[in-house]
């Protein structure tokens, strides 16, 4: 099982831009999953922010972040990032990076946040002048 770990979260300027990476503690490859990252805000539902494929070949984003921010992941580091630009208010919430399992190779993608089994304990991502 996956012990994914967040970091890159913090205070940023409307405008702004932010890194989150997502890494494994427990040993095991990321190659093996679907990987993506979910948000929560107080009092709204968990949003499936963007996913990436095993593969690496297909990328996924939720409407409200397109054109903004950027999924990918590095097989040498065993890390996945979310690349964010041109951050709003609206983007403030905790970011979490999950996964599910997937075949080796494939092009599978989340598009769901019920389709995630396992998720990180988050990283605070606040925007605000």
């Known amino acids: 099982q996956l012990k994914l770990v967040e970091s890159g979260g913090g205070l940023v300027q409307p405008g702004g831009s932010l890194r989150l990476s997502c890494a494994d503690a427990?040993?095991?490859?990321?190659?093996?999953?679907?990987i993506g990252w979910l948000r929560q805000a107080p009092g709204k539902e968990r949003e499936a922010v963007s996913s990436?494929?095993?593969?690496?070949?297909?990328?996924h984003y939720a409407d409200s972040v397109k054109g903004r921010f950027t999924i990918s992941r590095d097989r040498a580091k065993n890390t996945v990032y979310l690349q964010m630009q041109d951050l709003k208010p609206e983007d403030t919430a905790v970011y979490y990076c999950?996964?599910?399992?997937?075949?080796?190779?494939?092009?599978?993608?989340?598009?769901?946040?019920?389709?995630?089994?396992?998720w990180g304990q988050g990283t605070q991502v606040t925007v605000s002048s």
């Open positions: 999950a996964f599910t399992h997937s075949g080796p190779n494939s092009d599978y993608v989340v598009r769901s946040p019920y389709e995630y089994v396992g």
């Open positions: 427990s040993e095991f490859a990321l190659d093996d999953y679907a």
């Open positions: 990436i494929s095993n593969s690496g070949r297909s990328t």
